[in-house]
């Protein structure tokens, strides 16, 4: 299971949707890995630590979405606000 990015990142000129963005792209791969992971083990243990941590990853975009969406909506009313 190989990463999905090929995009090299500019870290002097990104934005922070662009990193959040990113960021929870990277958290969805981690969960998919551990998921992956856990459907490939053989010993119960492993495979439930395997699957806490693809639910853990999964808590993780969930919260990076919900701090993307607020900034987008933060966005569009300072955006209004100035019309």
Do not use: F, P
């Amino acid at each position: 299971m190989e990463h999905q990015r090929d995009v090299t990142v500019n870290w002097n000129d990104i934005s922070i949707e662009a990193i959040l963005e990113l960021a929870i792209a990277d958290e969805e791969y981690a969960r998919d890995y551990y998921k992956h992971a856990s459907d490939l083990a053989g010993i119960l243990h492993t495979r439930r630590m395997l699957l806490q941590l693809s639910e853990m990853e999964q808590g993780h975009a969930d919260q990076l979405r919900k701090e993307l969406d607020d900034l987008q909506q933060q966005r569009e009313l300072e955006t209004g606000m100035a019309d």
